[in-house]
């Protein structure tokens, strides 16, 4: 095995020589005879023979043993044959393979292993010059490294997003994405890394030379459209809009927020605006100047006073400017706070389906008492649907590949320790608080009323419902 690993690695290196396609071979041949290897090796032996054959001018052999070992259930081989495709530019039918590489990785509970098959998909899309979804798709390779403290491939995503932020015209958010991929370079990462990295790094194209015709392709979106929050009677509330850009162009405009009187401030570095409310008359006004670069995300953190009166409603809306696209806006309503609750999830929403890549919900767990963590809680969705849940540091928590509220099913996924082995989660308090992060991926098509996700938290040995949100189309 560990011969076999180190031709692997040659080649990986460049370092290939003719002689490794029958060394690979015959490596491959005594692992199959060994009875105290696994078959897993042997497929990781013939996929590093594969390599081979295709280094050594062999395609079509080479191919034909990665097909062979897909139709075995091998991963590693799939990832090589579409790493081969991409490189050689052959992209005929390579999403196909990309999407099927995903499935399988989710089927199988084998998240960690998505930062890769994200990062093949960046490549593939960046090559096909469909920047803003290579952008979303990057960002998402470059938060699971993060998640995953994969601190190999972070330098590598990082640098990825420099340069098609700076393909789309983003001077600064690719100077910021190059500093993160620099600092990251900081960790033990292989000298074939630290080259790669510097490499793209030195050579960031411009919008203008990268010969790819900037495009409208979207608007800016604001979500949740609408939020209710019933919050615990003498305890300051929070709730949180999200603010995205998904085209290919800087998009200015300005956050105008209706209703109670408020004071914003914003803090560029973590793409957070903070609206703090008052009680106050219904016709304050107040607006915020925001420039949102290509595929940029901001947070919209709204801290509602303790004492908010019932029946307080609150308007946020974005107002592109004078030739942008039309407004959009979110409506948060705050309802008399329920009498002897100590705990709560406290806000609920509506959110529109993100055809591509998936709902972000976030909830805001508040307590009255000295508890270092909530309840049980888990989430249920109305159709079939895959669940991520994160922390409010972007830390994965768990994964429910069915949406049926159980972390005990097949593909299911749980990252982090609650101090039990149940088939749950529970929010981690900090002074009372937690906040998650849900990612929702409906299977197939929406219903003409949209699907519900259910919040729900064990009490008394009973399943407690606590927020409900709608996704619609």
């Given at each position: 095995v560990a011969r076999i690993r180190?031709?692997?690695?040659?080649?990986?290196?460049?370092?290939f020589e003719p002689g490794f396609v029958d060394r690979s071979r015959e490596l491959a041949d005594q692992l199959a005879k060994n009875r105290f290897s696994t078959r897993?090796?042997?497929?990781?032996?013939?996929?590093?023979?594969?390599?081979?054959?295709?280094?050594?001018?062999?395609?079509?052999?080479?191919?034909?043993?990665?097909?062979?070992?897909?139709?075995?259930?091998?991963?590693?081989?799939?990832?090589?044959?579409?790493?081969?495709?991409?490189?050689?530019g052959r992209t005929q039918g390579l999403e196909d393979l990309i999407v099927e590489s995903l499935e399988f990785l989710r089927a199988n509970s084998l998240k960690i292993s998505e930062a890769e098959i994200y990062s093949?998909?960046?490549?593939?899309?960046?090559s096909e010059g469909r920047l803003s979804e290579a952008l979303q798709i990057r960002k998402q390779a470059l938060g699971l490294c993060r998640s995953f403290h994969l601190f190999v491939g972070l330098p590598v995503e990082a640098a990825g997003v420099s340069r098609l932020l700076a393909r789309m015209g983003d001077a600064a958010g690719s100077a910021a994405a190059a500093k993160e991929a620099e600092e990251a370079l900081a960790a033990n990462v292989p000298e074939r890394v630290r080259n790669e990295v510097r490499k793209t790094l030195a050579r960031l194209p411009?919008?203008?030379?990268?010969?790819?015709?900037?495009?409208?392709?979207?608007?800016?979106?604001?979500?949740?459209r609408s939020v209710v929050v019933i919050p615990i009677e003498g305890i300051a509330s929070e709730t949180s809009l999200g603010l995205a850009n998904p085209t290919d162009r800087s998009e200015g405009g300005r956050l105008v927020v209706t209703g109670l009187p408020v004071s914003t401030s914003v803090d560029e570095e973590r793409g957070e605006v903070v609206v703090n409310v008052a009680n106050g008359s219904a016709d304050d006004t107040t607006a915020q100047d925001l420039t949102l670069e290509p595929g940029e995300y901001w947070l919209i953190r709204i801290r509602l006073d303790a004492g908010l009166k019932p029946g307080s409603k609150l308007t946020v809306a974005w107002e592109p400017s004078p030739d942008g696209e039309e407004s959009t806006s979110s409506t948060i309503l705050c309802e008399a706070a329920d009498e002897g609750v100590a705990a709560a999830v406290i806000e609920a929403g509506e959110f529109r389906l993100n055809p591509f890549y998936g709902v972000p919900i976030r909830h805001h767990f508040i307590s009255a008492g000295k508890e270092t963590q909530s309840p049980p809680v888990r989430f249920i969705a109305s159709q079939a649907a895959r669940i991520e849940v994160y922390g409010g540091d972007d830390m994965l928590w768990c994964?429910?590949?069915?949406?049926?509220?159980?972390?005990?099913?097949?593909?299911?996924?749980?990252?982090?320790?609650?101090g039990d082995s149940e088939p749950h989660i529970r929010l981690p308090l900090e002074n009372g608080r937690s906040e998650v992060r849900v990612q929702v991926y409906p299977e197939g098509g929406l219903p003409e009323e949209g699907m519900t996700l259910k919040l729900e938290i064990l009490a008394g040995g009973e399943w407690i419902p606590h927020a409900e949100d709608r996704i619609v189309r």
């Open positions: 180190s031709l692997g690695i040659a080649m990986e290196l460049g370092g897993a090796n042997e497929m990781s032996a013939r996929c590093v023979h594969a390599t081979a054959l295709l280094l050594a001018g062999r395609e079509d052999e080479g191919l034909g043993l990665l097909d062979q070992l897909i139709g075995n259930g091998s991963e590693r081989a799939r990832f090589a044959k579409i790493r081969w495709l991409l490189e050689k093949l998909y960046a490549d593939f899309l960046e411009s919008a203008r030379d990268s010969g790819t015709r900037t495009e409208k392709n979207g608007k800016v979106d604001l979500q949740p994964v429910d590949a069915q949406g049926n509220g159980s972390l005990a099913d097949a593909g299911d996924e749980r990252h982090v320790d609650f």
